[in-house]
């Protein structure tokens, strides 16, 4: 197992981070060891701080924005709490630093690895929470998301292609696209899919390609979607 910073470190690192000082410094101690340094590591704590961090962000965005309904506020928190975006606020903080890491994973550049990244952060707000309670772990997750909470776009703008493109389409009384699988290629663990998406009634069609159907499919709606755009923009 190898530490990367002495033990006393990573608590004062908490405290000028997070705004918090640990009472029992174990709980910090373990949310920073990765399941390749030992026993005593964050998984339990992952799995307790996703469900904190749901929690506290979605009551912040209940109160931050009153106007917006169930499904707005899902597509808010969904961007707060992806596993994209809580590596970045984790890369942020320098939890990289912290961690404890078996020597294969240090070697692998696993403090880098943006999945651990994303479960070390939610392992501390788990560890928090142990340690302190609700209002601790709300204080803290206020202070770490607080400037991306108040920097969100207006949620219609968070919508994936596929729904905008159903929206308009509706609000035009035009039938749904047409999404056809064209060719799968690849090997099992690394197949490309190709999509076509098609609105025969505005002559209109954009093809997609991804590492899933999913994926391409919302490809193939983005493009279709940019290109009603420009033939909306050129309509008399």
């Not at 990289?96 to 707000?125: I, N, V, Y």
């Amino acid at each position: 197992m190898i530490a990367l910073r002495k033990t006393d470190e990573p608590l004062a690192w908490v405290e000028r981070s997070f705004g918090y000082r640990f009472y029992a410094p174990s709980l910090c101690h373990a949310a920073l060891t990765h399941r390749s340094a030992g026993a005593a590591h964050n998984e339990r704590l992952e799995f307790l701080g996703d469900a904190v961090l749901n929690c506290c962000v979605a009551r912040l965005l209940y109160d931050a924005h009153p106007d917006s309904d169930e499904g707005a506020l899902s597509r808010l928190r969904a961007t707060l709490v992806s596993g994209r975006a809580l590596a970045e606020v984790s890369a942020e903080l320098g939890f990289g630093e912290h961690l404890r890491l078996g020597g294969g994973e240090l070697k692998a550049g696993g403090f880098r690895r943006a999945s651990t990244l994303a479960d070390a952060l939610e392992a501390m707000l788990g560890a928090i929470f142990l340690d302190s309670g609700f209002d601790a772990a709300m204080a803290a997750i206020r202070r770490i998301l607080g400037p991306r909470l108040a920097a969100l776009p207006a949620a219609d703008t968070l919508k994936d292609p596929k729904t905008r493109l159903q929206e308009i389409l509706q609000g035009r009384g035009l039938a749904l696209p047409v999404y056809t699988l064209t060719s799968v290629s690849g090997e099992p663990h690394a197949q490309a899919f190709v999509v076509c998406c098609e609105v025969p009634a505005i002559g209109l069609a954009a093809v997609g390609e991804g590492g899933s159907r999913r994926r391409a499919e919302q490809q193939a709606a983005q493009k279709l979607l940019e290109a009603l755009t420009a033939q909306l923009q050129g309509a008399p």
